[in-house]
């Protein structure tokens, strides 16, 4: 399978301490976020009234992050309140994001760029309440088949073990997957953000409305088209991240 006018946008950052920078790399226009900002709504959603010490968050949080749960994260969007929470995570994170139009449900028609998306995750690698770590810790329990290789890849990049890693990706129709990378070294934490999107030919198309409802088929179309993209944005973007310090 291919895909034509495909478009790739790639950004980097470090957090160290209280501190964290991101750049982009390359550029490329906005695109609906997928899934990859689930990390950040489940942050943002904790910091909710109707959250506040309530055990369904983690319950919530947990199956949208690790299993990528779109029911639950409607759950979790609804609750703290739909637009309300994105615009409490554009408060966290300094961006200015809107959804976009379409069919999708609105916390996966969020209209984003690789770097903002990349400032969002530096942004919960310096948050040291509670929330922020469980959730770093979530993504380091993403299921591996819904990482396309990326935590091997983070593993040979930078030399360290698999379970000090944190994935999360998102995919679509054969026309959208993207994927945000966590590393902890040391005293600092670094990472990548790719996103991918373009228009699927008719082969790729009808692959991804077979395989609609079935992860394991839809995973499968994205590798095709997306994995070696994703592999290779990630891969840079460490490279990069490795050479950055740590400040606003």
């Not at 637009?83 to 069919?103: F, K, P, Q, S």
């Not at 993504?139 to 994935?167: N, W």
């Amino acid at each position: 399978m291919a895909r034509h006018r495909s478009a790739v946008a790639l950004a980097a950052f470090v957090a160290d301490g209280r501190e964290s920078k991101a750049i982009e790399i390359t550029s490329a226009p906005r695109v609906r976020a997928a899934s990859v900002l689930k990390p950040l709504l489940a942050w943002a959603a904790a910091k909710q009234t109707p959250f506040a010490h309530d055990p369904a968050w983690a319950d919530l949080a947990w199956a949208a992050i690790t299993t990528s749960d779109n029911g639950a994260t409607a759950e979790l969007w609804s609750r703290a309140g739909g637009i309300e929470l994105l615009e409490a995570l554009n408060d966290l994170v300094g961006t200015r994001w809107r959804i976009g139009e379409g069919d999708e449900h609105p916390a996966l028609r969020i209209m984003v760029t690789a770097v903002e998306v990349a400032r969002g995750y530096a942004a919960l690698a310096v948050d040291e309440a509670a929330a922020g770590a469980q959730v770093r810790r979530w993504m380091r329990e993403v299921r591996q088949d819904h990482t396309f290789g990326l935590r091997v890849v983070a593993r040979d990049a930078l030399g360290v073990t698999e379970d000090a890693v944190g994935v999360k990706c998102g995919w679509f129709a054969g026309e959208r997957a993207h994927a945000a990378v966590t590393v902890d070294i040391e005293e600092r934490s670094l990472g990548g953000v790719v996103l991918t999107s373009g228009v699927p030919d008719d082969v790729t198309r009808a692959a991804a409305q077979a395989a609609s409802g079935d992860d394991v088929k839809l995973i499968a179309v994205h590798e095709a088209v997306a994995g070696e993209q994703l592999r290779n944005g990630i891969r840079q973007a460490l490279f990069v991240a490795s050479t950055l310090e740590g400040r606003r």
